[in-house]
């Protein structure tokens, strides 16, 4: 960041390291995929830390929808199965049972 940089706090020139918003940061631009090493005002960085945010989020909900899929599919399977199973079954029809069947 260049010291010609005004703060949006201070309506001033950015002051750099003696700033508690001056953040060392590292990672993968979201809009280039190059590396950043660098320090800058974290107030500079909200733009792309939302843009990071939302790739993880478009992330996370792909895999929720895949995992929804999956789990439909797999309780589908499971109905067919029950559905079958109970219609090749006997049923044995329950008889009722006093209190003096089971003491005695």
Known sequence: ????????YLNEPCIGHRCMLFTHFTMKDPQTGRDRDEWT???????VMML?????????????????????????VLNTAAILNMNTRKTIPIKDVTHEQIEG
């Open 1 to 8: 960041m260049s010291e010609a940089a005004i703060c949006p």
């Open 41 to 47: 005002c974290a107030h500079a960085l909200n733009p």
């Open 52 to 76: 990071e945010l939302a790739n993880q989020i478009r992330q996370v909900a792909a895999s929720v929808d895949s995992m929804r899929n999956e789990v439909v599919k797999r309780q589908d």
